[in-house]
């Protein structure tokens, strides 16, 4: 006789665990970094208007990639770490000799 193939379990999942963690619709680290570049702008120009366009432009471009790709700030992160595994601008060519039997 041949055994009945296993019944598939259920494991609870929470939504919290797998949503990205969000400011304003805004990835948490790009938020932050729109942000303290724009007190940077401001302390260093010493413009306020300065430092407020520079975080709402920031924070635009940011929303905008984050609404077309959610994953996109992984993805610079990940290829920014596997650089020295991987560089597409220096390819080193593979020369090969072909020899007959």
Known sequence: ????????????????????????????????????????????????????????????AGLWGTRRDPQMLRVIFMAARLRARYDAAKHAPLHMEVRSC
């Open 1 to 60: 006789m041949v055994p009945a193939p296993p019944q598939p379990s259920r494991h609870p999942v929470y939504k919290a665990i797998h949503r990205p963690l969000t400011l304003c619709g805004l990835e948490r680290r790009l938020f932050f970094g729109a942000l303290l570049t724009g007190v940077a702008v401001f302390n260093l120009s010493t413009s306020l208007v300065g430092g407020i366009l520079a975080t709402l432009a920031l924070y635009a």
